[in-house]
């Protein structure tokens, strides 16, 4: 019984599904895919996977994903730089610019604050947000203007709220004037809210607004 | 507004999001999954990609995947020769493989017959098979030994069953003495037949058996 493929095939299996969320049948119908697929493409799809790895790091600044030195929002003057949103991961960067309601610059932490699985301030950009927003006017470290409101947009999550907390303390600590706020909790627009659930309706009852 | 990433990110959040079954947002999830997974594991990532094309080609006489001129199962003397099984894709080998109760060898086609979609008779290995079975005793195309049974083991679908009545007659035609067999329709095995369609209940009647 060969219940198994050629060696190639089985690596190819195998690396697939390493990824997040890719088991071992869809694997091996990605595998057949590419085995289906022309040299080109299937070149293509390496190529893209080694280039950004050579090419890819964090931005300086802010540490999203940039192919330079800094990141294009952090380069582009016409952003607010005296306005910083906080955000886990450079993911949540996308959604934040879809919205098209937000001029100001980032900060993305790398993850969220969480002790049970061995993350804690140190290994988030914490610190170097810490240092963005105190030495403010020094232009290695930001856009050479003082920081007048950060955003915490971490996610509404135990983890998200931990860490939001904590930066919050550790802001009013370090640079008493400077606004700090949070992304409202409420109900998803579009919602119904005999569906809600009880956290998030107690979260959009306690943050409910004059009309 | 930023609401794309790096080139080398879109690069490849867009090869990812050619392979079947994933859509834009699984393949940033993957992309980002890349970027922050090691260098060495990513670039075995695109090595095995690399690798299956260059070194994975169909067995010349069984067209099944292999990294040698034929593969292991054609290769392996302690198989039945003369049983051929007919599956349609590579893939069907292994859940064939799997069941621990088939000893023959097989025959790819490479597809099943749709003229719909334009795949017609000499698009799939059939002209191969009919070679294989009428020149029996010609060891470059095969083990050197009559065959005495062909299995159609195509999907029990549309395209499925016509490929496997077009084969039959064929195999009818070309080699009267063979026997040529279907795999059997009916209820899968700890399936419910309150919730069983009405074809493949359909199907079970007309193949019940004598107990």
């Known amino acids: 019984v060969t219940d198994s493929y050629a060696p190639p095939v089985q690596r190819l299996v195998t690396e697939?599904?390493?990824?997040?969320?890719?088991?071992?049948?869809?694997?091996?119908?990605?595998a057949f895919h590419v085995l289906r697929a022309s040299t080109q493409d299937a070149s293509a799809l390496a190529q893209a996977i080694i280039e950004v790895k050579e090419k890819i790091g964090l931005c300086e600044v802010c540490f999203?994903?940039?192919?330079?030195?800094?990141?294009?929002?952090?380069?582009?003057p016409r952003r607010d730089h005296a306005l910083i949103c906080v955000v886990e991961e450079p993911s949540d960067?996308?959604?934040?610019?879809?919205?098209?309601?937000?001029?100001?610059?980032?900060?993305?932490?790398?993850?969220?604050?969480?002790?049970?699985?061995?993350?804690?301030?140190e290994d988030l950009k914490i610190e170097q947000l810490l240092a963005r927003v105190?030495?403010?006017?020094?232009?290695?470290?930001?856009?050479?203007?003082a920081v007048r409101e950060v955003v915490l947009a971490t996610n509404p999550t135990t983890t998200g709220e931990a860490t939001a907390l904590h930066i919050a303390q550790e802001l009013r600590a370090r640079a008493p004037g400077l606004t700090v706020t949070r992304l409202?909790?409420?109900?998803?627009?579009?919602?119904?809210?005999?569906?809600?659930?009880?956290?998030?309706?107690?979260?959009a009852l306690a943050g409910r607004r004059a009309v």
């Open 134 to 145: 105190t030495s403010a006017g020094q232009a290695d470290v930001g856009p050479g203007v």
């Open 184 to 203: 409202a909790s409420g109900l998803p627009v579009g919602s119904d809210l005999e569906y809600a659930d009880e956290v998030t309706l107690g979260k």
């Open 16 to 30: 697939l599904s390493k990824l997040p969320g890719i088991g071992n049948r869809t694997a091996q119908r990605l």
């Open 64 to 76: 999203n994903l940039t192919d330079e030195r800094r990141c294009r929002i952090c380069e582009d």
């Open 93 to 121: 960067v996308i959604p934040m610019e879809r919205t098209h309601e937000y001029r100001g610059v980032y900060h993305v932490l790398g993850g969220a604050l969480s002790p049970i699985d061995g993350v804690d301030p």
